[in-house]
């Protein structure tokens, strides 16, 4: 029922900044801030990684280890959107990002492999 659609992904230079959107719509009785939402991102050949997730309700996020520092989610529920702002991009950070979303409450959120909705993954590449 819910729909999640990603946008923001393009070339950007090592070093530069980039911000992925996540529109989500399709609701049935309940707000986008009954949803915990995270961003993954899987490159060729790789497994899957979680990068970062917002909880429900207050909105406590939590974080990858090696993206802290550098990657920020945030949620602005008026506009059933959530957003990932990347800094100081690295080629490794090359890759299909997704964001997912699950209901799920009263627990801070932790990038587990349970999320039941999905985008279709926007393309982001780093490289001069």
Known sequence: Q???????????QPGGSLRLSC????FTGYTLDYYEIAWFRQAPGKEREGL???????GMENYAEFVKGRFTISR?????SVYL????????????YYCAAVQRLYRLCALSNDYNY????????VSS
């Open 2 to 12: 819910l729909h999640l659609v990603e946008s923001g992904g393009g070339l950007v």
């Open 23 to 26: 529109v989500v719509s399709g």
């Open 52 to 58: 970062a997730c917002v909880s429900s309700g207050g």
């Open 76 to 80: 602005d529920s008026a506009k059933n």
């Open 85 to 96: 702002q990347m800094h100081n991009m690295k080629p490794e950070d090359t890759a299909v």
């Open 118 to 125: 999905w985008g279709q993954g926007t393309q982001v590449t």
